[in-house]
């Protein structure tokens, strides 16, 4: 049976009148339906914050054929549009973000596998992304965002005579512990950059253990330590050029998938607050009001044409409505909420990363102006 069908059956055809992704087919031997895949992970999303793993939550994802989502047919993958992963992307959220989270970060090493021209690495590595292992994530962030006041780079790279030597440390990285392959980048003296794919195993590779966070710990991110490794030319993926990573088109979803992530999170706790309304009818209002925003930004997130979007104005309505919508679960869950191990107090916790996670800087200004100025009063 072709799983894709049921993936349209039972997940899109509910909420998006019946229509069904496009492209080619593919067949997995132990199905497991997207809607009980959804299911599964929202049964397991309080265990993977328990264990600090999302290992088994991503072994079901496999079952389920996600990570064909994100890979061309001639990979063995779906290829999935943008509109349609993050159709997924926003049930996935919303079952368990943790573990979805993981999943935007290792499609964040497989596009940019997928975008470059480096054939022997796509064929050897590709093929292979359709299962769980072998694990790839990405070590970018130190490009763009993090240590940028520092005055020089914190991950170097070096020419020799078959490769570079690669020394200095990538801050972030999902799931290192896990990886088998990462994605990272690193600057020259002259300041152009480089990407590359390097084997966790490789000599010099240091994967430190994974951060202790607010939230999200599930996601095992933290810091690799590069010491003088060598990483042959045909493990290079793009540049050396001024903006590497610039250079390899990577699509919309980049840009727009978290906001999807933001808004199946918000969705998650608006759904509680309705729960509750069935017995407490003074809340029905809120819970109507908060599902109509969320409806509102998921059809300008889906709209005919994402490139049309406003990907900045899109985050920040995101942002807020997750924090709200929270929040607003929290209040209604009173105390009980506030005790650990009850989703409302994690789901809190974890709306707050999409206030530092890939945040644009005008979007975080426009939080920042928003939390120094405004003061809500009680009327
Ligand atoms: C849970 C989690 C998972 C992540 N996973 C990944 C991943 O898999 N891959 C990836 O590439 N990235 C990842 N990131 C990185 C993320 O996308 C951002 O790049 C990162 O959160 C930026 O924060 P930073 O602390 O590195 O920023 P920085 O800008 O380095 O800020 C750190 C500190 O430096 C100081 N500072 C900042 N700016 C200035 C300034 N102008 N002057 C003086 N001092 C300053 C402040 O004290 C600040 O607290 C992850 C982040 C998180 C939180």
């Avoid at 029905?284 to 925003?293: D, M, P, V």
Wanted: proline residues 4%; contains cysteine.
């Amino acid at each position: 049976m072709n799983l894709r069908v049921v993936l349209a059956d039972d997940c899109f055809a509910d909420r998006w009148g019946g229509e069904r992704p496009v492209g080619g087919s593919g067949e997995l031997g132990e199905e497991l339906s997207f809607s009980a895949l959804c299911r599964a992970l929202a049964d397991r999303s309080s265990d993977c914050e328990r264990l600090g793993s999302v290992q088994e939550s991503l072994a079901l994802c496999a079952r389920a054929g996600v990570f064909h989502w994100f890979l061309p047919e001639a990979y063995g993958g779906w290829g999935w549009s943008d509109r349609d992963v993050l159709r997924g992307y926003l049930r996935l959220s919303q079952a368990c973000l943790a573990t979805t989270f993981v999943i935007t970060q290792r499609v964040a090493a497989t596009k940019r596998l997928v975008a470059c021209d480096n054939s022997a690495v796509q064929a050897r590595l590709l093929p292979q992304l359709v299962h769980a292992q072998p694990m790839v994530s990405v070590g970018i962030s130190h490009l763009t965002t993090s240590g940028q006041h520092l005055g020089q780079p914190l991950l170097r790279a070096t020419r020799v005579d078959d490769g570079w030597v690669i020394d200095g440390l990538s801050p972030w990285v999902t799931a290192a512990v896990g990886c088998d392959y990462l994605v990272v980048g690193a600057t020259l003296s002259d300041g152009d950059q480089v990407l590359v794919v390097v084997e966790t195993a490789a000599a010099g590779v240091q994967v430190e253990p994974p951060l202790a966070m607010m939230a999200l710990n599930a996601s095992q991110t933290g810091a690799v330590r590069f010491s003088e490794v060598l990483v042959p030319s045909e493990q290079v993926l793009a540049g050396p050029l001024p903006q590497v990573l610039q250079a390899l088109a990577v699509g919309a979803t980049g840009g727009l998938q978290t906001s999807a992530l933001a808004i199946g999170l918000a969705n998650a706790a608006i759904d509680s607050i309705e729960q509750q309304a069935v017995a407490r009818p003074d809340l029905a209002g809120h819970g109507l009001e908060l599902r109509q925003q969320s409806d509102e930004l998921t059809e300008r997130l889906l709209g005919a044409d994402s490139r049309a979007v406003d990907a900045n104005e899109l985050r920040a309505a995101a942002n807020g409505l997750v924090l709200r919508a929270t929040q607003a679960a929290l209040l209604v869950a009173k105390g009980a909420g506030f005790v650990q191990g009850h989703p409302v107090e994690r789901w809190c916790r974890e709306a707050l990363f999409f206030l530092v996670w890939s945040c644009p800087q005008v979007v975080q200004q426009a939080h920042l102006c928003q939390l120094s100025s405004s003061l809500v009063e009680p009327r």
